[in-house]
Structures are given as C-alpha cells and as structure tokens.
C-alpha cells in the first residue's frame, strides 16, 4: 500500500477512497441505539458496486484517526473488521425478519419500518418452485428478439416496457413488464397483453406468484398492525386484500452492459458521472403501501439511509426484501419511512438482474390519513388527507425520482 491510509469520508473517485455506501453518520441517534457503530480507514478497494468488486479494505481508526472520521461502519463487530478476505458485509444494518416467529417478527418490522423503511424477510412461505418457474418465464420472455417485444402492448401504464420509465423522461438499463395485481385486472390482462409463446404457461406462473406474495404482504401489515396494537389486525392488509386493491407486479430485466464495462475501467469521469451511465432504474420512492422485491442472485439494488447515505443490497434469492411506500408513510405521519432506492447495474455482472416486485396499493377510492395509533396527543398532521387516485394523478406528472407526497404537505 504505497498511499497513507484515507479518514472514512463521501467517495469521490479512486480505488483507495472511503465507499460512501457502507459508511454512516456518527450523529444518527436513533441507529446508534440498535447498531453496534465503528469508525474506520479505507486502505484499498470499493465497497459500492457487488459482486466482482475490488473488495474493500478497511481497518479500525486508531485513536487519532477517531477524531475526525466523518462516516462509521454498520453493524461491524471488532471480529469482523478484517475477515480472511478483507470483505465487509453490510448484512447488519438490513433488519431480517423470520415470519415464522410471529412474536418477535411484529416489533422488529415496526422497528425497522421506522429506521429504515426496508427489511429482508425469510421463511416467507412463497414457495421456491413457483418462484423458479415465473423467473424462467421472464427470462424466456426478456430473451425473445426485440422486435418480438415491441409487439406487446407497450407499458401503459400495463404492458412492455424498454428503457423508458413512464412518461416524464425518466430512462435507464432496464427493460420491463409491469402488470396488473388486482384479481379483476389480472383475468382481463391476459388477453390485452399478448405474450408471444406459451402465454398460458407465463400467465399461471404470475398469478401463483402474485397470490404467494400477496398472501406474505397481508401477513406482513398484520404484524405490523399487530406490532402496534391496531384494533383490528387486518387495519392494513385489508386495503390490499380488497378485490379492488390497486396493486401492481412488475418483472424487470437489467442485462449485463459490456460497453460500460469499458467506461468503468477507464474511469476518466467523476465517480457521479460513472454511475448515471449505468443506472439501471432511477432512485424512486414506491407510492404503494409496501412493495416485496425478489432478484435473482445478481447484486445493483441499493437504499437509502436517512442520512443520505447509499447501501447496497446483497441479494438474496430465497428471500424478499420489503420497501415502505410513501402510503404507509403517510399513513403514519411519517413514523414509517418510506425508502429511496435505485438499482446500478454492476460493471462486472456475469449474468443480467432478473427481479419481480409486488406493489401493494389501496383501492383508488380509499382515503388515505394518519391512523390514530400512529398519532400522539396533540401531534401535528404532516399530510392533507388524499386518495390514493388523487395521488396516483399527481404522481404521473412528476419524475421518478421527485418526492411524491410533497403535493400533499401540510
Ligand atoms: O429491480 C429492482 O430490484 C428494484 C426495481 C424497482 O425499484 C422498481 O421496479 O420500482
């Protein structure tokens, strides 16, 4: 190591800079109170961009160092500052909720609702053989001739999408299908949207897939309505349970990119710059009440913390990974955070993204306020009262990454 050991600090290009996305603020109260904190010195490598990564290195800041050290580790016991091959896991700091122990499941995803607004959830009952099955259906589908693809009603809002994300100029490497998640919607989209091959195959494999998951976000928002002694367990769920939900399912397909794989090598730009070239799907906020993300094994989806600090997401195919959507943040007066997140796509992938995401989302009609658990005696009210129509119309005129509930601030 020929450079002098650098304080941890926001990256700003080179390999042997602080990776801004392990690192966090020393002044977070509440995550101080639940993650073990330590600061740290980037000695070599990158901590940013999955597998295939130079892996970081990092070492314990002494005393000295301590002082000044603008970012801390998360979650990193002294045991596993320097593991045999110098790789940080950032594992800790992504709360993992077991369904199958109710009891401590519901206060940890309230917990993590409010720290994080994202948790990872195992032994979530979706069963893997129908998961295995809808993502060989996409990838057959995804792997058709383009021309092929086009013909499929294009994503609006239901159908095929390529690059482009809605109507407001958002694009990025990702190409898509988003379909309806409503039972209504679900029998009268397959003859609206026309999947070349075997469409009755694909068809089944979505609404096995859609049911599963519905069935584990209803369990989910039980937990936590649970976890927060709601009168009625199914406060939450119902509104996604509701044949009238306005849910949503998407499957997107993020291929590998060799062009910028080149891009990333040379590296002459600034480290901004290389990351807008391979954003895979802009930072967004999800407007639904909770969204359940499941990927392949292929690393590029990365949160945000509440001090603006980027994390990337291991992957984790036998799991699913649960957002807060700007509703449930709403629907909380903002207790629950609604989490910005956005996908990169690796400059060393082997093999493409493939991820499918369950959007739980309230009736158009349903109203959305504070619920009185979330409100103390006498607090303020963040948000006007709106329906989730009223929302969905202001939310179409604005890009993917603008803050969605801004409209409705008291
Ligand atoms: O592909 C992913 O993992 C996440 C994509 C996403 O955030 C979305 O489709 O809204």
Redesign the pocket.
């Known amino acids: 190591m020929n450079n002098p050991p650098k304080l941890g600090g926001r990256r700003s290009g080179g390999d042997d800079q602080v990776g801004d996305l392990i690192g966090h603020r020393r002044e977070d109260p509440s995550l101080k109170q639940s993650i073990e904190l330590k600061p740290f010195v980037v000695i070599g490598g990158r901590g940013d961009l999955g597998a295939g990564e130079k892996p970081m290195e990092i070492e314990p800041a002494n005393k000295e160092q301590e002082e000044t050290a603008p970012f801390f580790v998360i979650g990193l016991r002294k045991t596993q500052l320097k593991n045999p091959n110098n790789h940080i896991s950032i594992n800790d700091v992504i709360p993992v909720v077991d369904l199958m122990e109710p009891e401590e499941a519901k206060d940890l995803i309230v917990k993590a609702c409010e720290e994080v607004g994202f948790f990872k959830v195992v032994n979530h009952g979706v069963p893997i053989e129908a998961i295995d099955k809808l993502e060989a259906e996409a990838l057959r589908f995804f792997g058709l001739p383009q021309h092929e693809k086009d013909q499929v009603a294009p994503a609006n809002p239901y159908g095929y999408g390529c690059k482009k994300i809605g109507n407001n100029g958002d694009v990025g490497l990702v190409e898509y299908l988003l379909l309806a998640a409503n039972p209504e919607l679900m029998v009268s989209q397959r003859s609206s949207i026309a999947i070349p091959g075997d469409s009755q195959l694909f068809w089944n494999a979505v609404s096995e897939n859609v049911g599963a998951v519905r069935e584990m976000a209803c369990k989910v928002l039980e937990m936590i309505a649970q976890g927060l002694k709601m009168e009625e367990k199914n406060g939450l769920s119902k509104l996604i349970s509701d044949e009238k939900s306005d849910s949503f399912f998407?499957l997107?397909h993020y291929p590998p990119c060799p062009k910028l794989d080149e891009v990333a090598h040379h590296r002459v730009g600034d480290e901004d710059d290389e990351r807008k070239l391979r954003i895979g799907?802009g930072e967004?906020t999800?407007p639904q009440l909770i969204s359940a993300?499941r990927?392949n094994d292929t690393t590029?989806?990365q949160i945000c913390l509440r001090d603006g600090t980027w994390v990337s997401v291991p992957p984790d195919p036998s799991s699913f990974f649960i957002n807060v959507g700007d509703v449930l943040q709403a629907m909380s007066n903002g207790r629950f955070r609604s989490v910005r997140?956005r996908?990169v796509v690796g400059d060393s992938w082997k093999e493409a993204?493939v991820?499918m995401?369950y959007f739980g989302g309230p009736p158009l009609n349903e109203k959305i306020a504070p619920l009185p658990c979330f409100m103390a005696l006498g607090e303020e009210r963040l948000y006007h009262d709106f329906t989730w129509c009223q929302y969905k119309n202001s939310a179409y005129m604005t890009t993917l990454g603008e803050n969605r509930l801004f409209h409705f601030q008291h």
Do not use: P, Q
Request: aromatic letters at 8%.
């Open positions: 998407r997107n799907f967004h999800d993300i990927s590029g989806l997140h996908v993204r991820s995401i």
